[in-house]
């Protein structure tokens, strides 16, 4: 076991661990200010932001010898013995004067900069830097220019500390930025013709450390503080990104990436980051309707409940199409609802959407070709309480003929998921009730129409490619109207006061072996579920 | 801020003593100030100002607190930058503003919306306080009325031409006082 010792308190690390002096400061609970370090990066100590006072304890004597110089806590390794000063008056003259030499070039437009509030360059000023400006020097252009279709340079704001750059050699491998000019001059740029268009371009905005880089898509709308941020999980593809949502008053503003060192690193892709479009699109359905001879109807839930059960108590054969949009604990819900009314109820998963093929970038970060969430944990949960898992694409073939009274189905797709010949092959089953969020033909011919919910106002858990489950809670209430699923099926399932996804996670555990390493509180990045098969 | 705050100071109320628990001298000095006023009241120094009949003389009319207004730069065209630094200070959550690129290369960000629930508004003047370029003003009209609630919702245009109609007898505040405009 190593020992390093920053600030007079003594760390352990462990042996195979390989940290700078920034991640063993961290241990000790002290903070190290820095721009250009980032731990999904390589190290260019550029910004000078992070000196500190290092030395060595002698293993034999005990005797501390100190470098006469600063280094950089980023560049150098903590290793047995290893001695970190970082609140000696050096460092703190060090760091002012880093912090006074970045402000004398950036200009102090902070109520226009979308950063500010989240700015590290305004944080350790307040920490860090002097109460007066010396030098009144204004150069500043108020410089903008695009550097793609979703990324804005905002040139007199930054600092060079060039993450973005390491980041599009480093990750998506594609290299579009680079500094241009020398000294005092230097930009970030483009070459002509080449502009930054990677997947997972998005990442640059949350790597600047300053308003240097700027999210067209978000630029101008909404202020950091007028912002929550809740940890929910992106439902754009089967990788699962942990990732925050910003949203006030029930309003999306952003996603951004939650670091998650099983599932996505640091990073996201754009498909993902601007993948929440759908949850406030015109064309989404609030209402519940139910068909009353050849008209639709719409009724107050509290109504359409008790209807809706007694309907399918009446129906006689069930069938079930469990959508892997559903999070684990909904999915349960309605497959025991229904296999409680009728117990030889078909459940099928829905049908599962690809698009192209999965794409790995540098890191390891892959963007999955499946694009939905929870394919594994509603298929899980269908296994566990079928013998056979009969697909959508059979289920389609052989609905027909098999006498169904009726089938509930799930969307809450946000992308066109089946046809008018879906529709048609389903058109025999004498009740058909459809929960989703956009019109479609099955919706249309539904003799309950059920609004559901979108990814981040649902509340439970997805199972990822990798049978990795993470539980999240709802981020935005979701329209007037619009009944979440879970909350829905517990309704459903005569369970009383308010929907508990964590109590229904348990039972699930507890019930299925494929969960049970869920039984615990699911950690804040996830649980393997794979952990106890391996033993 | 909690309780356990060490920034609070906490702070007991001295006890009363003799005169205090007998209330009569404080009466007495409560009643002075009413005694006062009437005997300025029969010497024709009145307070009371029968409005609308008459109109309040203001103190100074460049601090006082009534209708926003939305000061206009050189050019003509709205100083505000769209910083919500107003809305954030504003304690009754009145201001909503909707900021867009602008159209000007010397600026980059302005209001596409900017309105102001007049209603709503308790005129504390924070807004004011919390503008980094000047650009909301309190002006000195206080006889603001309007025949519905949406009628008092103040949009950006309807702001800038209170500065329009308030420009000449009350110049913007920060020249006077040395500031940039």
Same mark, same amino acid.
């Given at each position: 076991?190593?020992?390093?010792?920053?600030?007079?308190?003594?760390?352990?690390?462990g042996?195979?661990?390989? =940290?700078?002096?920034?991640?063993?400061?961290?241990r000790?609970?002290?903070?190290?200010?820095?721009?250009?370090?980032?731990?999904?990066l390589?190290?260019?100590?550029?910004?000078?932001?992070?000196?500190?006072?290092?030395g +060595?304890?002698?293993?034999?004597?005990?005797?501390?010898?100190?470098?006469?110089? $600063?280094?950089?806590?980023?560049?150098?390794?903590?290793?047995?013995g290893?001695?970190? %000063?970082?609140?000696?008056?050096?460092?703190?003259?060090?760091?002012?004067?880093?912090?006074?030499?970045?402000?004398?070039?950036?200009?102090?437009?902070?109520?226009?900069?979308?950063?500010?509030?989240?700015?590290?360059?305004?944080?350790?000023? *307040?920490?860090?830097?002097?109460?007066?400006?010396?030098?009144?020097?204004?150069? *500043?252009?108020s410089?903008?220019r695009?550097?793609?279709?979703?990324?804005?340079?905002?040139?007199d704001?930054?600092v060079?500390?060039?993450?973005?750059?390491?980041?599009?050699?480093?990750?998506?491998?594609?290299?579009?930025? @680079?500094?241009?000019?020398?000294?005092? /001059?230097?930009?970030?740029?483009?070459?002509?013709g080449?502009?930054?268009?990677?997947?997972?371009a998005?990442?640059?905005?949350?790597?600047?450390?300053?308003?240097? =880089?700027?999210?067209?898509?978000?630029?101008?709308?909404?202020?950091?503080?007028?912002?929550?941020?809740?940890?929910?999980?992106?439902?754009?593809?089967?990788?699962?990104?942990?990732? /925050?949502?910003?949203?006030?008053?029930?309003?999306?503003?952003?996603?951004?990436?939650?670091?998650?060192?099983?599932?996505?690193?640091?990073?996201?892709?754009?498909e993902?980051?601007?993948?929440?479009?759908?949850?406030h699109?015109?064309?989404?359905q609030?209402?519940?309707?139910?068909?009353?001879g050849?008209?639709?109807?719409?009724?107050?839930?509290?109504?359409?409940?008790?209807?809706?059960?007694?309907?399918?108590?009446?129906a006689?054969?069930?069938?079930? %199409?469990?959508?892997?949009?559903?999070?684990?604990?909904?999915?349960?819900?309605?497959?025991?609802?229904?296999r409680?009314?009728d117990?030889?109820?078909?459940?099928?998963?829905?049908?599962?959407?690809?698009?192209?093929?999965?794409?790995?970038?540098?890191g390891?970060?892959?963007?999955?070709?499946?694009?939905?969430?929870?394919?594994?944990g509603?298929?899980?949960?269908?296994?566990?309480?079928?013998?056979? =898992?009969?697909?959508?694409?059979?289920? &389609?073939?052989r609905?027909?003929?098999?006498?169904?009274?009726?089938?509930?189905?799930s969307g809450?797709?946000?992308?066109?998921?089946?046809?008018?010949?879906?529709?048609?092959? =389903?058109?025999?089953?004498?009740?058909?009730?459809?929960?989703?969020?956009?019109?479609?033909?099955?919706?249309?011919?539904?003799?309950?129409?059920?609004?559901?919910?979108?990814?981040?106002?649902?509340?439970?858990?997805?199972?990822?490619?990798?049978?990795?489950?993470?539980?999240?809670?709802?981020?935005? +209430?979701p329209p007037?109207?619009?009944?979440?699923?879970?909350?829905?099926?517990?309704?459903?399932?005569?369970? +009383?006061? @308010?929907y508990?996804?964590?109590?229904?996670?348990?039972?699930?555990?507890r019930?299925?072996?494929?969960?049970?390493?869920?039984?615990?509180?699911?950690?804040?990045?996830?649980?393997?579920?794979?952990?106890l098969?391996?033993? | @801020?909690?309780?356990?705050?060490?920034?609070?100071?906490? %702070?007991?109320?001295?006890?009363?003593?003799?005169?205090?628990?007998?209330?009569?001298?404080?009466?007495?000095?409560?009643?002075?100030?009413?005694?006062?006023?009437?005997?300025?009241s $029969?010497?024709?120094?009145?307070?009371?100002?029968?409005?609308p009949?008459?109109?309040?003389?203001?103190?100074?009319?460049?601090?006082?607190?009534?209708?926003?207004?939305?000061?206009?730069?050189?050019q003509?065209?709205?100083?505000?930058?769209?910083?919500?630094?107003?809305?954030?200070?504003?304690?009754?959550?009145?201001?909503?503003?909707?900021?867009?690129?602008?159209?000007?290369?010397?600026?980059e960000?302005?209001?596409?919306?900017?309105?102001?629930?007049?209603l709503?508004?308790?005129?504390?003047?924070?807004c004011?306080?919390?503008?980094?370029?000047?650009?909301?003003?309190?002006?000195?009209?206080?006889?603001?009325?309007?025949?519905?609630?949406e009628?008092?919702?103040?949009?950006?245009e309807?702001? $800038?031409?209170?500065?329009?109609?308030?420009?000449?007898?009350?110049?913007?505040?920060?020249? +006077? &006082?040395?500031?940039?405009?």
């Open positions: 076991m190593a020992i390093v010792i920053v600030d007079g308190q003594e760390i352990e690390i042996d195979g661990e390989r =940290l700078n002096g920034i991640q063993a400061a961290q000790a609970g002290i903070e190290i200010p820095h721009y250009c370090w980032h731990p999904g390589t190290v260019v100590a550029s910004c000078r932001m992070c000196l500190v006072e290092t +060595r304890r002698d293993p034999a004597s005990g005797a501390i010898s100190m470098m006469p110089k $600063l280094v950089p806590a980023c560049q150098t390794p903590a290793r047995d290893t001695v970190f %000063v970082t609140n000696s008056q050096q460092v703190t003259d060090a760091r002012a004067m880093v912090e006074e030499d970045l402000l004398i070039r950036h200009p102090i437009d902070c109520p226009i900069c979308d950063k500010a509030g989240e700015c590290h360059l305004q944080d350790y000023h *307040f920490q860090h830097g002097r109460e007066q400006r010396r030098a009144d020097i204004k150069p *500043f252009t410089r903008r695009p550097l793609g279709d979703s990324v804005t340079l905002f040139v704001r930054c060079m500390c060039s993450r973005c750059v390491r980041f599009c050699r480093e990750i998506p491998g594609t290299s579009e930025l @680079m500094v241009t000019n020398r000294g005092a /001059h230097e930009e970030i740029d483009v070459f002509p080449f502009p930054l268009a990677n997947k997972m998005g990442n640059v905005v949350d790597l600047c450390p300053v308003g240097a =880089l700027g999210d067209r898509d978000f630029l101008y709308s909404q202020r950091v503080w007028f912002m929550q941020n809740h940890d929910q999980i992106c439902a754009g593809c089967s990788t699962g990104c942990s990732i /925050h949502v910003d949203e006030n008053q029930d309003r999306i503003y952003r996603l951004r990436p939650r670091p998650n060192p099983h599932v996505n690193q640091w990073w996201m892709c754009d993902g980051r601007y993948g929440w479009k759908h949850a699109d015109e064309r989404r609030t209402a519940p309707r139910r068909r009353d050849e008209q639709l109807r719409v009724e107050e839930w509290g109504e359409l409940i008790p209807q809706l059960d007694a309907d399918l108590r009446a006689g054969r069930l069938a079930a %199409v469990l959508s892997p949009h559903l999070t684990v604990e909904e999915a349960w819900l309605l497959a025991s609802y229904i409680a009314i117990p030889q109820a078909w459940l099928v998963p829905g049908p599962v959407p690809v698009v192209g093929q999965d794409e790995t970038f540098g390891g970060f892959t963007i999955h070709a499946e694009k939905c969430p929870n394919r594994r509603v298929q899980a949960v269908v296994s566990a309480l079928s013998d056979e =898992l009969i697909t959508w694409e059979q289920f &389609l073939e609905a027909a003929g098999e006498g169904f009274g009726a089938v509930w189905i809450g797709y946000p992308a066109a998921w089946h046809g008018e010949s879906e529709a048609e092959q =389903l058109a025999a089953i004498p009740l058909r009730i459809v929960q989703d969020i956009f019109p479609s033909p099955l919706w249309e011919q539904a003799g309950y129409q059920l609004p559901g919910a979108v990814f981040a106002e649902r509340e439970g858990s997805y199972v990822n490619f990798d049978d990795r489950l993470q539980s999240f809670r709802w981020a935005i +209430r007037a109207g619009v009944q979440t699923e879970g909350r829905l099926f517990w309704r459903l399932a005569g369970r +009383r006061g @308010m508990q996804a964590d109590e229904v996670l348990l039972e699930v555990a019930r299925v072996a494929y969960f049970a390493a869920a039984v615990q509180p699911v950690p804040e990045v996830g649980v393997d579920l794979k952990v098969s391996l033993a | @801020m909690k309780p356990d705050d060490p920034d609070i100071l906490w %702070v007991q109320e001295p006890e009363l003593g003799l005169a205090g628990r007998m209330y009569m001298p404080m009466f007495v000095q409560g009643l002075s100030t009413t005694l006062k006023h009437l005997a300025g $029969l010497r024709g120094k009145q307070v009371t100002v029968s409005y009949d008459e109109e309040p003389q203001l103190g100074n009319p460049l601090i006082y607190r009534g209708v926003h207004r939305l000061n206009r730069d050189e003509g065209r709205v100083k505000c930058v769209a910083c919500f630094l107003c809305a954030t200070a504003c304690p009754a959550h009145c201001i909503d503003i909707i900021g867009v690129e602008s159209p000007w290369p010397d600026r960000k302005y209001p596409e919306s900017f309105t102001i629930d007049e709503r508004c308790i005129y504390c003047g924070m004011e306080e919390a503008c980094p370029v000047d650009a909301i003003e309190l002006t000195s009209l206080y006889n603001l009325t309007g025949r519905s609630r009628e008092m919702i103040f949009d950006k309807k702001l $800038l031409s209170v500065y329009d109609a308030t420009k000449d007898k009350e110049p913007m505040q920060s020249t +006077r &006082l040395g500031g940039t405009l």
